[in-house]
């Protein structure tokens, strides 16, 4: 069992920068597959980064988010990050972090993931 514990939420002007945090305890962080997603009111839960476990943290990131956004990890505190710059109006949603056991492949969908936190709210004013 893996706990998400998600932090850095917050109200922004466009073109701002926030860090999200997703604090993990449990099992083995090390051997996951981290990422984020986020969910807009109304929409569907969308990909936004993940990372691996191996070789020193491969990325695979949205178009929407690609050279705005940085995911990135930390094994020794159990924790994965998301800076976000440039932060634009339709970034607003709320942010989750999951995490995902099985295979060696960043997924896309949530349902490749088992483990979710609670969620941060981010929103982007103009």
């Known amino acids: 069992q893996v706990s998400l514990v998600e932090s850095g939420g917050g109200a922004v002007q466009a073109g701002d920068s926030l860090r999200l945090s997703c604090a993990a305890s449990?099992?083995?962080?090390?051997?996951?597959?981290m990422a984020w997603f986020r969910q807009a009111p109304g929409k569907e839960r969308q990909f936004v980064a993940a990372?691996?476990?191996?070789?020193?943290?491969?990325?695979n990131y949205a178009d929407s988010v690609k050279g705005r956004f940085t995911i990135s990890r930390n094994n020794a505190k159990n924790t994965v990050y998301l800076q976000m710059n440039s932060l634009q109006p339709e970034d607003t949603a709320v942010y989750y972090c999951?995490?995902?056991?099985?295979?060696?492949?960043?997924?896309?969908?949530?349902?490749?993931?088992?483990?979710w936190g609670q969620g941060t709210q981010v929103t982007v004013s103009s």
């Open positions: 449990g099992r083995t962080f090390g051997n996951y597959v």
């Open positions: 990372i691996s476990w191996w070789s020193g943290g491969i990325t």
């Open positions: 999951a995490a995902s056991s099985s295979g060696l492949r960043l997924g896309h969908a949530p349902n490749e993931y088992e483990y």
